[in-house]
């Protein structure tokens, strides 16, 4: 193992920080590890290192650079790895190693169906930095997002299954029969199939005010970032289910959890609505927005704005968690497959895009219904499809015969 002198600060409650970790083992490299939470000297180390901002993973490097909040693509540039797949030519490209991903990698290995997964950061997508899942079924006592997520990722590399991390995708295309897909590196990968399961990413609500203070009292993981702000009131703008199971997990933190909605009643469901509603930490706001966020490096307060009376206050929370709403991550493929008037990748009945033997799961595609479950579900769906398309496909071949 090299003796690269690293030391990662951060939390164990960070999603951020553990995968940081894990990549950083996966590379047999070794780091130091200091918990901001238990070492008073490290928490004022990540401050200064970030102006005032306590951000984390803050890794500091043997030539005294540091790298915060890096992705892994990132880390693996700095540490001068080259991340690549052990061949060029696979059965099936699985882009994105979040549950439908994973899934769909299981299914289609167990089929013999050679299998290679592209994940750009960390393996679990948002299911790996979510806080805890109640309705995933067979887990009675509930389950946490990340745990779930490594089992997954363990399951799939026992049925023999290549992960690839550390690299984004920038294009994709097809050759003949062939798809092509182009890492960010310049490596060129070639497969029979192709599974698109990048997931999505959380809007901004583009007021002013929001870019400078991100990560400065504005944040988007309730997970990730809840605990830095122990005993202070929070603000949660979305009153969705993600805006509200965000907000009553925030509640194990907060002095008091204050919901934001621009409509006049919550989007979330009925059981979340009633334990929001009976949550003595919690206040929902109804038919309000927000105006700017105001500070200098941090966070001071929140200009918010009644829409009825068109009345202006000002509240003073420590953090502001923004769920609003999700992109889809179709940057690479925007102008190779359709996408919907959301952006969303659009596809058949059998998952198939408009680009034969591309196929899309998960939150990413057109009408999915954004939970774990409905996603592990189109990535077996979709595998199956796959596996149908693949016979065909040699059928043909077969038929004309190559």
Same mark, same amino acid.
């Given at each position: 193992?090299?003796?690269?002198?690293?030391?990662?600060?951060?939390?164990?409650?960070? &999603?951020?920080?553990?995968?940081?970790?894990?990549?950083?083992?996966?590379?047999?490299i070794r780091y130091n590890w200091v918990d901001i939470d238990q070492d008073e000297t490290g928490r004022h180390y990540v401050q200064q290192a970030n102006d005032g901002k306590q951000i984390i993973p803050?890794?500091?490097?043997?030539?005294?650079?540091?790298?915060?909040?890096?992705?892994?693509?990132?880390?693996?540039?700095?540490?001068?790895?080259?991340?690549?797949?052990?061949?060029?030519?696979?059965?099936?490209?699985?882009?994105?190693? *979040?549950?439908?991903?994973?899934?769909?990698?299981?299914?289609?290995?167990?089929?013999?169906?050679?299998?290679?997964?592209?994940?750009?950061?960390?393996? *679990?997508?948002?299911?790996?930095?979510?806080?805890?899942?109640?309705?995933?079924?067979?887990?009675?006592?509930?389950?946490?997002?990340?745990?779930?997520?490594?089992?997954?990722?363990?399951?799939?590399?026992?049925?023999?299954?290549?992960?690839?991390?550390?690299?984004?995708?920038?294009?994709?295309?097809?050759?003949?029969?062939?798809?092509?897909?182009?890492?960010?590196?310049?490596?060129?990968?070639? /497969?029979?199939?192709?599974?698109?399961?990048?997931?999505?990413?959380?809007?901004?609500?583009?007021?002013?005010?929001?870019?400078?203070?991100?990560? @400065?009292?504005?944040?988007?993981?309730?997970?990730?970032?809840? &605990?830095?702000?122990?005993?202070?009131?929070?603000?949660?703008?979305?009153?969705?289910?993600?805006?509200?199971?965000?907000?009553?997990?925030?509640?194990?933190?907060?002095?008091?959890?204050?919901?934001?909605?621009?409509?006049?009643?919550?989007? @979330?469901?009925?059981?979340?609505?009633?334990?929001?509603?009976?949550?003595?930490?919690?206040?929902?706001?109804?038919?309000?927005?927000?105006?700017?966020?105001? *500070?200098?490096?941090? +966070? /001071?307060?929140?200009?918010?704005?009644?829409?009825?009376?068109?009345?202006?206050?000002?509240?003073?929370?420590?953090?502001?968690?923004?769920?609003?709403?999700?992109? &889809?991550?179709?940057?690479?493929?925007?102008?190779?497959?359709?996408?919907?008037?959301?952006?969303?990748?659009?596809?058949? &009945?059998? +998952?198939?895009?408009?680009?034969?033997?591309?196929?899309?799961?998960?939150?990413?595609?057109?009408?999915?219904?954004?939970?774990?479950?409905?996603?592990?579900?189109?990535?077996?769906?979709?595998?199956?499809?796959?596996?149908?398309?693949?016979?065909?496909?040699?059928?043909?071949?077969?038929?004309?015969?190559?």
């Amino acid at each position: 193992m090299p003796e690269t002198k690293i030391t990662v600060y951060g939390a164990p409650w960070c &999603p951020d920080c553990k995968r940081a970790k894990q990549f950083l083992g996966d590379q047999r490299i070794r780091y130091n590890w200091v918990d901001i939470d238990q070492d008073e000297t490290g928490r004022h180390y990540v401050q200064q290192a970030n102006d005032g901002k306590q951000i984390i993973p803050t890794i500091e490097f043997e030539d005294g650079s540091i790298l915060v909040e890096p992705t892994n693509a990132e880390l693996a540039a700095k540490l001068g790895i080259n991340p690549k797949a052990r061949r060029e030519f696979y059965d099936l490209i699985v882009v994105g190693g *979040g549950p439908a991903g994973l899934t769909a990698a299981i299914y289609a290995a167990r089929e013999g169906i050679e299998t290679l997964i592209v994940e750009r950061s960390g393996v *679990g997508g948002q299911a790996g930095v979510t806080e805890r899942i109640d309705n995933y079924p067979g887990f009675a006592q509930g389950v946490k997002e990340a745990d779930l997520a490594d089992e997954m990722r363990t399951q799939a590399e026992r049925f023999g299954v290549e992960i690839l991390p550390a690299q984004a995708i920038t294009g994709l295309m097809v050759d003949g029969d062939h798809k092509l897909i182009t890492t960010e590196s310049g490596d060129e990968y070639c /497969s029979k199939a192709v599974l698109l399961a990048t997931g999505s990413r959380y809007q901004r609500l583009n007021v002013p005010g929001e870019e400078d203070l991100i990560g @400065a009292g504005i944040h988007f993981c309730a997970t990730c970032d809840g &605990p830095l702000y122990k005993g202070q009131d929070m603000v949660v703008v979305g009153g969705g289910n993600s805006g509200v199971e965000e907000g009553l997990f925030l509640t194990k933190f907060a002095n008091k959890v204050t919901v934001l909605e621009v409509r006049d009643q919550l989007g @979330a469901s009925q059981i979340l609505r009633e334990k929001a509603a009976g949550h003595p930490e919690m206040e929902v706001r109804l038919g309000t927005t927000v105006e700017e966020f105001r *500070g200098n490096g941090k +966070l /001071s307060s929140v200009v918010i704005k009644n829409v009825a009376s068109g009345e202006v206050e000002e509240l003073t929370p420590g953090a502001v968690f923004i769920f609003i709403g999700l992109d &889809p991550n179709v940057d690479f493929v925007r102008d190779t497959v359709d996408l919907d008037r959301f952006g969303f990748i659009t596809t058949r &009945p059998n +998952l198939e895009t408009s680009m034969d033997g591309v196929f899309a799961a998960g939150d990413v595609r057109g009408g999915s219904t954004k939970q774990v479950a409905s996603a592990v579900g189109e990535g077996a769906t979709a595998a199956l499809m796959i596996r149908q398309f693949s016979e065909k496909d040699q059928g043909n071949r077969g038929y004309k015969g190559d």
